[in-house]
Nanobody, 120 residues
Framework: QVQLLESGGGLVQTGGSLRLSCEASGGTSNIYAMGWFRQAPGKERELVARISWSGHSPYYADSVKGRFNISRHKAIYAVYLQMNSLKPEDTAIYYC????????WGSGSWGQGTQVTVSS
């Protein structure tokens, strides 16, 4: 089972930037894709961005396109989310997730979450 450890959340003003990091350990050779989800109070968890280990083009939610960038460090099984031009509506708990081939996100591994708060 893959374990995921996130870091980098915090409090930032509107227009600011934050960089989230997630490092995977244990069973990493089975990782097919990693991504970032977020969940705001009273809302469902949503996929923000994902990246595959095969090199396919990353996916971004429409709400973050042009502002967020997901990248990976294949050698250490790490994924990063650079968040720029942050808005109050980006406030949420951000979760790192990973899944193996033929596995969906729900069946994969999840981090404990890191809080991102954007003040207006």
């Amino acid at each position: 089972q893959v374990q995921l450890l996130e870091s980098g959340g915090g409090l930032v003003q509107t227009g600011g930037s934050l960089r989230l990091s997630c490092e995977a350990s244990g069973g990493t050779s089975n990782i097919y894709a990693m991504g970032w989800f977020r969940q705001a109070p009273g809302k469902e968890r949503e996929l923000v961005a994902r990246i595959s280990w095969s090199g396919h083009s990353p996916y971004y939610a429409d709400s973050v396109k042009g502002r967020f960038n997901i990248s990976r460090h294949k050698a250490i099984y790490a994924v990063y989310l650079q968040m720029n031009s942050l808005k109050p509506e980006d406030t949420a708990i951000y979760y790192c997730a990973a899944h193996a081939r033929l596995q969906d996100w729900g069946s994969g591994s999840w981090g404990q979450g890191t809080q991102v708060t954007v003040s207006s």
